[in-house]
Every structure is written in C-alpha cells, then in structure tokens.
C-alpha cells in the first residue's frame, strides 16, 4: 500500500499526558499537512511542511502542540500535557508541490488517528 | 466564521437517481474547490476537483458545477449507487503557496436500494 500512514490508529489517554502520532506520507509527495476533525466538523488545518521545513502554523495550533518532518519524509505530531478538549481525530496529508507551482491541488489523506483524552 | 458552508447535514436519494450535493463558500481568494468522500473510521478520500477557471468537471459519474458569481459550487452523482453512502466535504483553498484546505461540515449521504 503506497497511500498515506498513520499511528497509531487509536490513542486514549488521561489528561495531563504526552502523547506523539506519527505520519508516513506517499513516497514522493514533498508537502505533508496536519489537520484536525472533531465530531460534527469538517477537517481545520493545524499545520504544513515543504520536506523538512514547517512553513505555516495555524492558531488552532496551541504551544502544547509540536509537529516535526526530521528528514522530509515521515512526521510526528506531538501534544504536551493533554487536554479533554485535545479529543479529535488527527489527520495527515500529503501532496506533490512542483517548482512550477502545485502540480495539483489535492491532497491525500491517512486514515487519521483518534485521540481521546479522559 | 465559516468559509465553506455545506447546508444539509444530510441528503437521502434512492438507488439510480441522481444526487445533488451542494456548498456555498464566502471568500473571494478561494481559486481551486474540491470534494472528498469520508467512510467511517477512514479518512477522506479525494473524489473531484475544479479550478476557479472552469464551471465544469466531469469524471465518470461525478460531475462537480462551480457558480463563481454566486460562489456555489455542486457535486452531481448520477447514477446514486448504495456505495456513494457516505459523508461527503467541499473544501477550497486559495493558492498563494500553503494550498491549506479549508472544509465544510460535510454532508451525509444515504443511497437507498
């Protein structure tokens, strides 16, 4: 399966705790982006690398909230000291931006990681 | 505030006829729209796109209409099949050079057999 990958699938924690997810984004895609969807909600944009560089992060994205791409390829979304309201799922995605300009603007997403924080 | 507004929270059509999803957005910048289709305990699967510069996309039996003036764009599925059951986003990005997608709330679709 050459899609997009995440883990774990399901993660329960109690408040108070770390927790990491990690992101394995087609092979050949450059640009891997983090949402996040809560029940009732579309997906809102958290954050975006171009391979290793993080270039934009959203307001949703709080200073408990760290995402890293080390070597452009995979990428770990970290959230320090969990709250209730952290409870969502957590996708990523990944796409193709060419030098020319975004070769197309779709993007592929992973089955996402629920997170559910007691 | 809501960029990308999808208005039915749900939509029930039978097994052959067509289905009509709709979704209206408010920013100007928006210049490339999309729909994906959501499955349970999945993610989003892309379905179809359209750029700003168009009012048509087609591509087998999915067919996505922009209206820029009154900033509406539609999915059309025809033939529904039971498969097509499943919730269904808009979203909308306004290029520059994040390409960040902006989604609606999505919109549950029954086929019914």
């Known amino acids: 399966d050459t899609g997009v990958s995440q883990n774990p699938r399901h993660k329960i924690t109690k408040r108070g705790q770390n927790v990491t997810f990690r992101c394995d984004p087609i092979s050949e895609h450059n640009r891997l982006y983090w949402y996040r969807q809560t029940l009732g909600q579309g997906p809102e944009f958290l954050t975006y690398?171009?391979?290793?560089?993080?270039?934009?992060k959203s307001r949703l994205l709080s200073d408990r909230f760290s995402a890293e791409r080390p070597k452009g390829s995979f990428s770990t979304l970290e959230i320090q000291r969990t709250e209730q309201g952290d409870s969502a799922m957590y996708l990523c995605?990944?796409?193709?931006f060419g030098s020319g300009g975004l070769i197309a603007g779709e993007q592929y997403f992973g089955p996402g990681t629920r997170l559910t924080v007691t | 505030d809501q960029q990308v507004k999808q208005n039915s929270p749900s939509l029930s059509v039978q097994e052959g006829r067509i289905s009509i999803l709709n979704c209206d957005y408010t920013?100007?910048?928006?210049?490339?729209f999309l729909w994906y289709k959501k499955y349970p305990a999945e993610g989003p699967t892309f379905l179809i796109s359209?750029?700003?510069?168009?009012d048509k996309n087609e591509d087998g039996r999915f067919t996505v209409f922009l209206n820029k003036s009154a900033k509406h764009l539609s999915l059309h599925i025809v033939p529904s099949q039971p498969g097509d059951s499943a919730v269904y986003f808009c979203?909308?990005?306004?290029?520059?050079?994040?390409?960040?997608?902006?989604f609606g709330k999505g919109t549950l679709l029954t086929v019914n057999p």
């Open positions: 920013n100007s910048m928006f210049d490339y």
């Open positions: 359209i750029s700003s510069i168009k």
């Open positions: 690398f171009q391979n290793e560089a993080q270039l934009e």
């Open positions: 995605a990944s796409s193709l």
């Open positions: 979203a909308a990005n306004s290029g520059g050079s994040n390409y960040k997608l902006t």
